[in-house]
């Protein structure tokens, strides 16, 4: 089966920096694009940045400039970068992977998966 796992969490003081980091394990054959979520309780699931096999990179805009993605297609790993952080980026990040394909020569599939959560927490 296909599992992520993302590390790097952490308490941080306004204008410091931590890096997540997510890996993709199983049988994977190709991930078509990798990113980054946010969420605060009581709010809806919220896009950071994404990054597609091909290197295409999408930022929220409340992060350009500051955050940064990068991705290692024959690792299975995506990367968040994340500098000057502020306490409005206080939130539960997530990994997830999109398109991923897994399985066997003669049996694969395709879906979309999540890590279980970081806690990222910008206070003095």
């Known amino acids: 089966q296909v599992q992520l796992v993302e590390s790097g969490g952490g308490l941080v003081q306004p204008g410091g920096s931590l890096r997540l980091s997510c890996a993709a394990s199983?049988?994977?054959?190709?991930?078509?694009?990798m990113g980054w979520y946010r969420q605060v309780p009581g709010k809806e699931r919220e896009l950071v940045a994404t990054?597609?096999?091909?290197?295409?990179?999408n930022y929220a805009d409340a992060v350009k400039g500051r955050f940064t993605i990068s991705r290692d297609n024959a690792k299975n790993t995506v990367d968040l970068q994340m500098n000057s952080l502020e306490p409005e980026d206080t939130a539960v990040y997530y990994c997830?992977?999109?398109?991923?394909?897994?399985?066997?020569?003669?049996?694969?599939?395709?879906?979309?998966?999540w890590g279980q959560g970081t806690q990222v927490t910008v206070s003095s």
């Open positions: 199983g049988r994977i054959f190709s991930i078509n694009i």
């Open positions: 990054i597609t096999s091909g290197g295409n990179i």
């Open positions: 997830q992977a999109g398109g991923l394909t897994w399985g066997t020569t003669y049996l694969r599939r395709t879906g979309d998966f």
